[in-house]
């Protein structure tokens, strides 16, 4: 890096993928901002590009392969660093280290932390660094150690955020599930939960007062990890700090008003515990993300969920009974291998038996390295594609039958920002994590209003604002 470029001193981030990442790329924002880097207008002003990547599913990969045809072209044009970061470097490595030379830095989950540094100071990177010793098989293999550091040694940072009303804290790494079609726990490593200690400090330092004008009140913390359920911390000798324990230990320490979310909860490891305690805290969201992959118990067990669907629909009862007003949404992935008509009507069924609010739904992808890689990829295409559709087309029947059960009721949301569609409407989330859009003047933005629900517009929920 010549010294005219340190001087510099901008970066542009590019985030894919989970929460987790976005999280991520919160802490790298906060550091290079604490060591006087700023944030360029456009890639093009960029000092270095930092793309944090996702290994999930093809797609992800997909575009971030255009990005890298993108940087390289720009490359020609004018000098910068371009660093990719995440889960695709832990996945790829070797792919990008032989395919992608415009690729400057490579950096794996393990070594996120270090990236500043190494950035500033450079000729000690101890990531896959090609600028300062090109290819050369000694910085390859520091790489590869790193990558394979005992997962324990994640490290979490102690800020996740830079400034904003919405603040995403990790809480625990990795994954020990091994989902047979989940890459996840392969670049993510094994679980390990952050201490409690760690957790309430930063959420402290979020709500602490400041004299920034500019620093916005927190009035939302969303808590992630792969599995939230099967957080734990020893203290200590003996005890064991639990999910819920954690919660309880969270909830007291929240300034005013305060959302309370977390993300991901895993059908197997949802305690009655957990629910209880949603019902009874009131700074915690009535709304549970709740991922069922999928209807038929054959395909679930193929999946290595270690849940059958008689177990969540119970849980589902259970929820339902405990938090009446609960928001449900999940995950949904069609086209496993070995699918069956059935076992998509099978799916088809229990969507109709929830009555989920919302559902993310995902085709069969496979990733190579997984055990259900193994079985091949045997449902066409154009069947996992007509199966989906048909999935999307009946969760958006479900939808918009729930939306409009709640017409006429009022209900409280925090304004997010200003609408795409009319600069005179915002856009706010409920408790819940319904959207809704309202007219109203952007310097709501960050704070909670009370609006009742209107009929709706196409699926969109609107919503007018109380005592105006
Ligand atoms: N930990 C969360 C859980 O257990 O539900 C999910 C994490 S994963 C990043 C998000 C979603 O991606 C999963 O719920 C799954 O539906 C989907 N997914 C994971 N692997 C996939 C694959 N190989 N192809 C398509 N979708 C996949
Ligand atoms: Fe992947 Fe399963 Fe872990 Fe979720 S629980 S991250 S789907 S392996
Ligand atoms: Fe993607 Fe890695 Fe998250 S693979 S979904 S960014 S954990």
Same mark, same amino acid.
């Given at each position: 890096?010549?010294?005219?470029?340190?001087?510099?001193?901008?970066? /542009?981030?590019?985030?894919?993928?989970?929460?987790? @990442?976005?999280?991520?790329?919160?802490?790298?924002?906060?550091?290079?901002?604490? $060591?006087? /880097?700023?944030?360029?207008?456009?890639?093009?002003?960029?000092?270095?590009?930092?793309?944090?990547?996702?290994?999930? $599913?093809?797609?992800?990969? %997909?575009?971030? /392969?255009?990005?890298?045809?993108? *940087?390289?072209?720009?490359?020609?044009?004018?000098?910068?660093?371009?660093?990719?970061?995440?889960?695709?470097?832990?996945?790829?490595?070797?792919?990008?280290?032989?395919?992608?030379?415009?690729? &400057?830095?490579?950096?794996?989950?393990?070594?996120?932390?270090?990236?500043?540094?190494? #950035?500033?100071?450079?000729?000690?990177?101890?990531?896959?660094? =090609?600028?300062?010793?090109?290819?050369?098989? +000694?910085?390859?293999?520091?790489?590869?150690?790193?990558?394979?550091?005992?997962?324990?040694?994640?490290?979490?940072?102690?800020?996740?955020?830079?400034?904003?009303?919405?603040?995403?804290?990790?809480?625990?790494?990795?994954?020990?599930?091994?989902?047979?079609?989940?890459?996840?726990?392969?670049?993510?490593?094994?679980?390990?939960?952050?201490?409690?200690?760690?957790?309430?400090?930063?959420?402290?330092?979020?709500?602490?007062?400041?004299?920034?004008?500019?620093?916005?009140?927190?009035?939302?913390?969303?808590?992630?990890?792969? @599995?939230?359920?099967?957080?734990?911390?020893?203290?200590? !000798?003996?005890?064991?700090?639990?999910?819920?324990?954690?919660?309880?230990?969270?909830?007291?320490?929240?300034?005013?008003?305060? /959302?309370?979310? *977390?993300?991901?909860?895993?059908?197997? %490891?949802?305690?009655?515990?957990?629910?209880?305690?949603?019902?009874?805290?009131?700074?915690?969201? $009535?709304?549970?993300?709740?991922?069922?992959?999928?209807?038929? &118990?054959?395909?679930?067990?193929?999946?290595?969920?270690?849940?059958?669907?008689? +177990?969540? #629909?119970? #849980?589902?009862?259970?929820?339902?009974?405990?938090?009446?007003?609960?928001?449900?949404?999940?995950?949904?992935?069609?086209? *496993?291998?070995?699918?069956?008509?059935?076992?998509?009507?099978?799916?088809?069924?229990?969507?109709?038996?929830?009555?989920? !609010?919302?559902?993310?739904?995902?085709?069969? @992808?496979? $990733?190579?390295?997984?055990?259900?890689?193994?079985?091949?990829?045997?449902?066409?295409?154009?069947?996992?594609?007509?199966?989906?559709?048909?999935?999307?087309?009946?969760?958006?029947?479900?939808?918009?039958?729930?939306? =409009?059960?709640?017409?006429?009721?009022?209900?409280?949301?925090?304004?997010?920002?200003?609408?795409?569609?009319?600069?005179?409407?915002?856009?706010?989330?409920?408790?819940?994590?319904?959207?809704?859009?309202?007219?109203?003047?952007? %310097?709501?933005?960050?704070?909670?209003?009370?609006?009742?629900?209107?009929?709706?517009?196409?699926?969109?929920?609107?919503?007018?604002?109380?005592?105006?």
């Amino acid at each position: 890096m010549s010294k005219e470029t340190t001087r510099n001193k901008t970066y /542009w981030l590019e985030t894919y993928g989970c929460q987790m @990442n976005k999280a991520e790329s919160g802490f790298l924002e906060y550091e290079l901002q604490e $060591r006087g /880097w700023s944030q360029a207008g456009s890639p093009a002003e960029a000092e270095v590009v930092v793309l944090n990547t996702c290994s999930v $599913r093809k797609t992800a990969e %997909d575009r971030i /392969w255009g990005r890298l045809g993108f *940087f390289k072209a720009e490359k020609k044009r004018h000098a910068f660093r371009l660093v990719v970061m995440g889960c695709m470097s832990e996945r790829l490595k070797q792919e990008i280290l032989d395919d992608a030379p415009q690729v &400057d830095l490579l950096v794996g989950n393990f070594q996120k932390h270090r990236l500043v540094d190494v #950035l500033e100071h450079g000729d000690e990177a101890p990531v896959a660094d =090609r600028s300062s010793n090109r290819r050369s098989p +000694h910085h390859r293999s520091v790489h590869q150690e790193a990558h394979l550091v005992d997962p324990g040694e994640y490290r979490f940072a102690e800020r996740h955020s830079l400034s904003g009303f919405q603040a995403f804290l990790p809480i625990m790494h990795g994954c020990d599930n091994f989902c047979t079609y989940c890459i996840v726990p392969y670049v993510r490593g094994s679980e390990v939960s952050r201490s409690p200690e760690s957790i309430i400090e930063e959420i402290r330092r979020l709500q602490s007062p400041t004299d920034d004008p500019t620093r916005q009140v927190v009035r939302e913390i969303t808590l992630l990890g792969q @599995n939230v359920n099967s957080y734990s911390y020893r203290e200590g !000798d003996r005890t064991i700090v639990s999910f819920s324990e954690l919660l309880r230990r969270v909830v007291p320490i929240l300034q005013d008003k305060t /959302w309370l979310r *977390f993300l991901t909860s895993h059908p197997k %490891d949802m305690s009655v515990e957990l629910i209880e305690l949603i019902a009874a805290e009131t700074a915690l969201c $009535r709304h549970i993300h709740l991922p069922v992959q999928h209807g038929s &118990d054959r395909i679930l067990e193929a999946m290595g969920r270690k849940y059958t669907r008689g +177990h969540y #629909l119970a #849980l589902v009862e259970k929820i339902r009974k405990t938090i009446p007003e609960v928001s449900l949404t999940t995950d949904i992935l069609i086209g *496993f291998p070995g699918e069956t008509e059935e076992d998509y009507r099978l799916t088809l069924e229990l969507m109709k038996e929830v009555r989920f !609010d919302d559902a993310f739904t995902y085709r069969y @992808n496979p $990733r190579e390295g997984t055990k259900a890689f193994e079985l091949g990829d045997d449902v066409p295409e154009a069947v996992k594609q007509e199966r989906l559709s048909g999935v999307i087309e009946l969760q958006r029947r479900i939808s918009r039958a729930g939306k =409009r059960r709640k017409l006429g009721t009022v209900v409280e949301v925090l304004v997010e920002g200003v609408s795409k569609k009319s600069s005179a409407e915002l856009l706010a989330r409920t408790e819940g994590d319904e959207m809704v859009v309202f007219p109203g003047s952007p %310097d709501r933005i960050g704070s909670f209003v009370r609006v009742r629900l209107k009929p709706l517009e196409g699926s969109t929920l609107r919503g007018e604002p109380i005592g105006e």
